[in-house]
C-alpha cells in the first residue's frame, strides 16, 4: 500500500509539473521561442543514429556563431562517488562525438569516439560529400583518419550508426534504402496519404520497414507494420498548435511508454527534457536532464539524473559541450 501511495503521488506530480509548464508556454507562444542550438525533435534520439539526415543542428546559429567544431564529452558517475566536477573533466570520458561545420553552417564531417579503462577501443569517421538537400539527406561515406574509405563494423558498438542511401522521391513520398540491413526508410509527405491503408497501397512496407509520416524535419508518428496495417513500435510527436514547436515525444515500446516532455523557461528558451517511463500507465523511473548554456546561450552542460519510483537518484550521466 505504502509502494502504491508513493507511486501514485509520482505520477500526480509529474502530470501537474507538465500541465504546468504547458500553461506557461501558452502565453509564450503568442511571442516566439527562443531558437536552440539542437533540434529537439531528434536530440538524443534514435534519429542521431541516421547521420544521412545531419538536421541536428541549427545552421544559423551555427554560421551566426563563427563555429568551426563541436565536441560532446560523455562522462557518467555514481552520485554515492565523492568525485568532484572539476575532477570528473580530467577523466577520460566513455564516449566522444566530434562536429565540423562549413562557413555557411553545414555538417562536413563528424567522428564518434570509444572508450574503456582511459583507452581508446574504437572510433568511426564520417565525411559528408554532400550538403543536405530540401529533405534533409546527404550522401555520407566512411573513412579512416588516412582518408581511405573503409568498411567498418559497428553491430557491437554502443552507437549504432545507420546510412542510407535514396531510392525514390515523388510527390507523395521518399524512400530511402539503410546501407546495413537493406531495411526501408519511408517518409510519407503528403498529408492525404496517411492513412494505413493509404501507406500500404502506396509504399507496402514489409515489417522491418520504418514509415514516418511527415518530413524528416517536423514527423507526426514514426513505425513499423504489422499484418499490413497494424502499427508496432510507434513513435508520436506532438507539437505546439502556433509555433509548431515540439512540446513531447512518447514513444512505444511494449510494454513499456516513455514520454519526452520538452521544458521551456518563461522567456522561451529550452532548459531540458523529462523522460519518463510508464508500463500499463503506472509510472516507473524518469530521467530529468538540464541544459546550462553559457552567456551567447549555447549549451555548455547537460546533466541527466535518473530517479526511480522513490525519487532516489541513480546513475548520473554529464555530456560537456565545447566549442571552436
Same mark, same amino acid.
Given at each position: ?18 500541465? *504546468? ?23 538524443? !534520439? ?18 551566426? +556563431?563563427?563555429?568551426?567544431?563541436? !565536441? ?22 566513455? &564516449? ?9 553552417? *553545414? ?14 577501443? *574504437? ?21 579512416? /583518419?588516412?582518408?581511405?574509405?573503409? /568498411? ?5 558498438? &554502443? ?5 542510407? +542511401? ?57 513505425? +513499423? ?45 529550452? !532548459?531540458?527534457?523529462? /523522460? ?17 548554456? /553559457? ?17 532516489? !537518484? ?11
Amino acid at each position: 500500500m505504502r509502494n502504491l501511495f508513493i507511486c501514485a503521488f509520482a505520477v500526480i506530480y509529474l502530470l501537474t509539473a507538465c500541465s *504546468g509548464g504547458e500553461s506557461g508556454m501558452n502565453k509564450i507562444e503568442e511571442a516566439r521561442f527562443q531558437p536552440s542550438l539542437f533540434d529537439m525533435n531528434t536530440f538524443e !534520439t534514435d534519429a542521431e543514429k541516421f547521420i544521412s539526415f545531419p538536421i541536428w543542428f541549427n545552421d544559423s546559429i551555427i554560421r551566426a +556563431q563563427h563555429v568551426h567544431k563541436i !565536441t560532446r564529452d560523455y562522462f557518467s558517475f555514481d552520485p554515492a562517488d565523492t568525485l568532484e566536477m572539476k575532477e570528473l573533466y580530467l577523466e577520460v570520458p566513455r &564516449e566522444r562525438r566530434e562536429y565540423w561545420f562549413s562557413e555557411n553552417g *553545414g555538417l562536413k564531417e563528424m567522428k564518434i569516439s570509444y572508450f574503456y579503462d582511459d583507452q581508446e577501443i *574504437g572510433a568511426a569517421h564520417y565525411v559528408y560529400s554532400t550538403v543536405k538537400d530540401k529533405h534533409g539527406f546527404a550522401k555520407v561515406m566512411i573513412k579512416s /583518419d588516412t582518408n581511405v574509405v573503409i /568498411d567498418w563494423d559497428e553491430k557491437e558498438m &554502443e552507437f549504432p550508426i545507420r546510412t542510407h +542511401q535514396l531510392i525514390r522521391e515523388s510527390k507523395k513520398y521518399v524512400a530511402y534504402k539503410d546501407n546495413q540491413t537493406g531495411d526501408f526508410l519511408f517518409f510519407m509527405l503528403n498529408k492525404k496519404f496517411w492513412g494505413p491503408l493509404s501507406v500500404d497501397s502506396i509504399l507496402n512496407p514489409s515489417h522491418r520497414d520504418v514509415v514516418v509520416l511527415g518530413s524528416c524535419f517536423h514527423p507526426s508518428k514514426k513505425y +513499423q507494420v504489422q499484418n499490413k496495417v497494424k502499427e508496432r513500435n510507434v513513435t508520436k510527436f506532438v507539437y505546439y498548435k502556433k509555433s509548431k514547436k515540439i512540446q513531447s515525444i512518447i514513444r512505444e515500446e511494449y510494454p513499456f511508454t516513455i514520454k519526452r516532455s520538452i521544458l521551456f523557461d518563461k522567456y522561451g528558451w529550452c !532548459t531540458g527534457f523529462i /523522460d519518463s517511463t510508464f508500463t500499463d500507465k503506472e509510472f516507473l523511473t524518469r530521467t530529468v536532464s538540464e541544459i546550462k548554456v /553559457d552567456k551567447q546561450k549555447l549549451p555548455v552542460k547537460i546533466v541527466r539524473k535518473k530517479l526511480n519510483q522513490l525519487n532516489q !537518484t541513480g546513475r548520473i550521466v554529464i555530456e560537456r559541450i565545447k566549442y571552436e
